[in-house]
């Protein structure tokens, strides 16, 4: 569905996967898990474009049910990937980075890989740089759910992509599970940081995007987080 204009939430098996429709083509965010493809190109097709108008896909993590089907959506439509350097790696074997509990961990490694990308679809990004074919993104390092995490905002748009650092539920922002974060402190600070941003779109990986929101609501959340 469309939140805003030109911003699309498409609910996939378990994660949030995000459609952006700019001047030079669509942009992606996340892809869902394996399962999704069929979703992401019919949802696409639903709203007037085809995939070969897909330009790039910004993907946050490396994790099964945000990456599961970003080399079927890559192949379909050529688009170029863009995401940090640790999850370009993950992303072309098809593994989750290590951030579970054991047990969980343990077969998350050993049955839930996904369709791994070839390398030279992907291009690295880093820390505040702004994307070079889609500059009013840029990129914010937010490590602690994963090791490797990265958002994408637009100051412009006044949207944040926050992936797992923060989530929604019950309409209301919140930190994603420390339980499964590789880093709880990093993961506080990213969140801070992100909230301290304000921008009047929260699209998350988990839960539905939050908007219309009071800025005073987020703040007090920061100060909370930071305390
Ligand atoms: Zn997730």
């Known amino acids: 569905m469309e939140i805003i204009t030109n911003l699309h939430w498409i609910k996939g098996l378990s994660s949030n996967i995000y459609l952006w429709e700019g001047e030079d083509g669509l942009v992606m965010v996340d892809s869902g898990r394996p399962g999704d493809a069929d979703r992401i ?13 897909l330009k790039g896909i910004l993907i946050t993590h490396a994790d099964y049910d945000h990456a599961g ?58 820390d505040r740089e702004a994307i070079s074919d889609q500059s009013q ?12 995490h990265h958002s994408f905002y637009s100051s412009f748009n006044s949207i944040l992509f926050a992936g797992d650092a923060l989530k929604s539920s019950d309409d209301r922002l919140q930190i994603s599970s420390s339980r499964i974060s590789s880093d709880p402190v ?19 990986g988990h839960g539905p995007p939050v908007h219309g929101h009071s800025a005073d609501m987020v703040m007090a959340l920061a100060r909370q987080l930071d305390g």
């Not at 080399?71 to 993950?90: F, K, N, P, V």
């Not at 839930?112 to 990004?125: D, E, G, M």
């Open 41 to 53: 190109t019919g949802y696409i097709e639903s709203i007037g474009h085809d995939l070969t108008q």
């Open 69 to 126: 089907a970003v080399a079927a959506i890559q192949e379909r439509s050529g688009a170029i990937i863009y995401t940090g350097e640790q999850s370009a790696e993950l992303l072309t074997t098809g593994k989750s980075p290590n951030h579970f509990p054991r047990v969980m961990q343990f077969l998350l490694d050993r049955f839930f890989h996904y369709p791994p990308l070839t390398k030279n679809s992907i291009r690295v990004v880093q």
């Open 137 to 148: 993104w840029s990129i914010i390092s937010s490590p602690g759910h994963s090791p490797d």
């Open 186 to 204: 990093e993961l506080r600070e990213s969140a801070v940081a992100l909230l301290r941003l304000n921008p009047s779109v929260f699209a998350c």
